[in-house]
């Protein structure tokens, strides 16, 4: 059983920040990449992406504001949202492709934490 736990959510003003994690628990092979994604009403976007090996993607909304990082030794994945603006607002999703077994590649996901940012 793999578990993808979230913390960091909360209000925030504008101009402030927060830090999101997310823990990856449970029978895992390996790691391959990680992920932020965030949902406000309509369809899920993609925030940032980290490979096994420390290369990024941001979207161009986010670029110079927001920092993805991981620690493999804690199976983590990190999001450091800095200079937020009301329309960050959100529920974001950590999410994470898993070598559950060898070559047995699956996608999980985290519950979601909300971030809320007050102008």
């Known amino acids: 059983q793999v578990q993808l736990v979230e913390s960091g959510g909360g209000l925030v003003q504008a101009g402030g920040s927060l830090r999101l994690s997310c823990a990856a628990s449970?029978?895992?092979?390996?790691?391959?990449?990680m992920a932020w994604y965030r949902q406000a009403p309509g369809k899920r976007d993609l925030v940032a992406l980290i490979?096994?090996?420390?290369?990024?993607n941001y979207a161009d909304s986010v670029k110079d504001r927001f920092t993805i990082s991981r620690d493999n030794a804690k199976n983590t994945v990190y999001l450091q949202m800095n200079s937020l603006k009301p329309e960050d607002t959100a529920v974001y999703y950590c999410?994470?492709?898993?070598?559950?077994?060898?070559?047995?590649?699956?996608?999980?996901w985290g519950q979601g934490t909300q971030v809320t940012v007050s102008s």
């Open positions: 490979s096994s090996g420390g290369s990024t």
């Open positions: 449970g029978s895992i092979f390996s790691i391959n990449y």
């Open positions: 999410m994470a492709h898993l070598e559950v077994a060898r070559s047995n590649f699956r996608i999980y």
